[in-house]
């Protein structure tokens, strides 16, 4: 039986720090995924067109108050089903906060697990305590109620490593990465994807480049060796205005459609 899946398009980039214009990446993705520039099989044989219901939501109308924005994304969170998966495109990774907090009201024990270059683990970043590099930060301050997994950063300040270690978060650095794989979490997990985490030679068109990440086919050999319960996951900081020849995007379409099949395969083998 088809797994449902809710598209919920987030194009808000106000909290970025650097690029601008990853208010443009839902789109970009969107019209990526659609094409038919690659099959509708995933890499390990799902065909995501028989075996997925796609119901497309938004986009969210966008503010200059974060916390105008952040109110939307809850009630949008709200109107998704318990069964249902809830994939958003963002935007700037400031939305993974509100996000992961309207997903915690259906799912309670949720875990997260993010990759991104940046722990985004600053209490406030230039005076904003919204920041996208602020996201993690914010979600800890929920209470945590399942584990934190971080994977594929290497720009991390002094204050960011003391504040996993007070939280008790896993951060696998990206100079580590092959330690990620095969990561198996129990329980209930929001997935996030920082676009960052790959290195600016497989994705320039991201908010905030950092070099020495990780390769695409090291991202898509991470999804399918991940052994979680996806009940939400986010792809963000894609921006088409840096982007050169659409490398970016068709690297976030096909992500999408990586996570996609590999919650498709697992829900389905279990």
Not at 2 to 29: M, N
Not at 67 to 94: C, F, M, P, T, Y
Not at 165 to 170: C, I, L, R, S
Request: net charge negative; aromatic share 6%; with cysteine.
């Amino acid at each position: 039986m088809p797994i449902e899946f809710v598209l919920l398009s987030v194009p808000y980039d106000h909290k970025s720090s650097l690029r601008k214009g990853a208010q443009e990446g839902p789109h970009a993705i969107k019209a990526a995924f659609s094409e038919d520039v690659f099959s509708a099989f995933t890499e390990t044989g799902i065909d995501i067109r028989e075996e997925t219901i796609l119901i497309e939501r938004g986009p969210v109308p966008i503010s200059d108050s974060f916390l105008v924005v952040e109110d939307v994304i809850l009630k949008e969170v709200a109107r998704v089903r318990k069964e249902q998966i809830l994939v958003s495109l963002g935007g700037d990774h400031s939305i993974t906060y509100p996000l992961f907090k309207g997903v915690r009201k259906i799912h309670s024990h949720l875990n997260l697990v993010c990759l991104s270059s940046h722990p985004d683990l600053h209490g406030e970043y230039q005076g904003d305590r919204f920041s996208h590099a602020c996201a993690v930060a914010r979600i800890l301050e929920l209470g945590q109620a399942g584990e934190v997994v971080l994977a594929g950063v290497r720009s991390i300040t002094a204050d960011q490593r003391l504040r996993a270690a007070e939280h008790g978060v896993k951060m696998i650095e990206a100079r580590r990465f092959r330690d990620a794989m095969g990561l198996a979490i129990q329980g209930p997990t929001y997935l996030s994807i920082d676009l960052g985490v790959l290195d600016p030679a497989y994705a320039p068109g991201v908010g905030n480049p950092v070099p020495g990440g990780i390769s695409t086919r090291e991202l898509f050999d991470w999804i399918q060796s991940f052994d979680a319960d996806i009940v939400a996951f986010d792809l963000c900081e894609m921006n088409p205005r840096w982007d050169r020849a659409g490398i970016t995007t068709l690297a976030a379409a096909r992500t999408l459609m990586e996570v996609i099949g590999h919650v498709i395969e697992r829900r389905t083998r279990s």
